[in-house]
């Protein structure tokens, strides 16, 4: 019996480390074919230029300047709302039907198709409250978009806290809310910038939401003020691969595009981890 069981271990191990091989193989693969195709055309002119000639020369920084817009814009709005909700759902909302369906509606808004998002936010953002095709719009369009993503990581974290931490804090006369922000929340921070993590990564890469709300086909120029329209990676790189005859001469444009596009998930990410890995060695002191 107990062979069995340590041959049905290693069998189970066996399929993991195949199932996580593969995995990993085929991002090396999209990442070399990426990295292979594209850094060809990386330069500073490609990354400070202006696009010229319908964007089949020039550079991309009106893009990747709207792209960090859209991201720092976007986190702004749904990481501080992410949070708070997570919090009243997690430490104060009894169960309930008012709880439960708060809960069944994050749930099918994460599984919102992102065009919806996009139809929403250009009746809501752009027509009803007159903010157009802006970066604001796309802003808070995408904010609403990554907002179940947040808050799902968020009460996961929250409820990773032993509850033996709230009830030391309680006992010595510490108010709930106090107990909320100085015992629980750093305690749950690591596991909130991981989704924070993942939303840059949904942000930096939908083209549905801000096709719709404010991103531009060719704009040689940088927006203005967040009511101004913008230039963004993804939908530039959609344009370049999908629009024109010029498709051909601007395939090794796209490769760049999405190359450029990657390293600044990566960074982002990397700046995130460095903050979760901060707080995560404060608790263990």
């Known amino acids: ?6 041959l049905n271990e290693r069998i189970a191990f066996t399929f993991l480390r ?5 995995v990993v193989a085929f991002v090396f693969v999209i990442l ?3 990295i292979s195709n594209g850094y060809s055309v990386i330069s500073l002119e490609f990354l400070t230029d202006m696009p010229r000639n319908r964007m089949t020369e020039g550079g991309i920084y009106p893009a990747i300047v709207g792209t960090v817009y859209l991201i720092i814009g976007s986190m702004a709005v749904a990481l501080p709302l992410g949070i708070l909700a997570a919090i009243y759902l997690t430490e104060y909302a009894k169960p309930g039907r008012l709880t439960w369906s708060i809960e069944m509606a994050i749930n099918n808004l994460a599984g919102t198709p992102s065009v919806v998002f996009g139809l929403f936010g250009l009746a809501l953002f752009a027509r009803y409250f007159g903010f157009g095709p802006s970066i604001l719009a796309a802003s808070l369009t995408l904010g609403l978009l990554i907002l179940p993503i947040i808050i799902r990581a ?9 509850k033996e931490y709230r009830e030391a804090s309680l006992a010595l006369g510490v108010t709930k809310w106090e107990t909320i922000r100085r015992v629980v929340l750093p305690s749950a921070i690591p596991g909130m910038v991981t989704g924070a993590i993942l939303s840059i990564g949904r942000v930096a890469g939908e083209t549905a939401p801000i096709l719709l709300t404010g991103a531009a086909y060719f704009l040689p120029r940088l927006p203005d003020s967040v009511f101004s329209q ?5 939908y530039h790189l959609y344009v370049l691969a999908t629009t024109g005859t010029n498709i051909a001469q601007t395939r090794p444009l796209q490769y760049g595009t999405a190359l450029v596009l990657l390293m600044i998930v990566l960074s982002m990410n990397i700046i995130a981890i460095a903050i979760r890995s901060h707080y995560r060695k404060k608790m263990r002191r």
């Open 154 to 162: 968020s009460q996961e974290a929250l409820l990773t806290v032993p």
């Open 230 to 234: 913008f230039m963004a990676l993804p």
């Open 32 to 34: 070399y074919y990426i």
């Open 1 to 6: 019996m107990f062979s069995n069981a340590r």
């Open 18 to 22: 195949v199932a996580t091989g593969i």
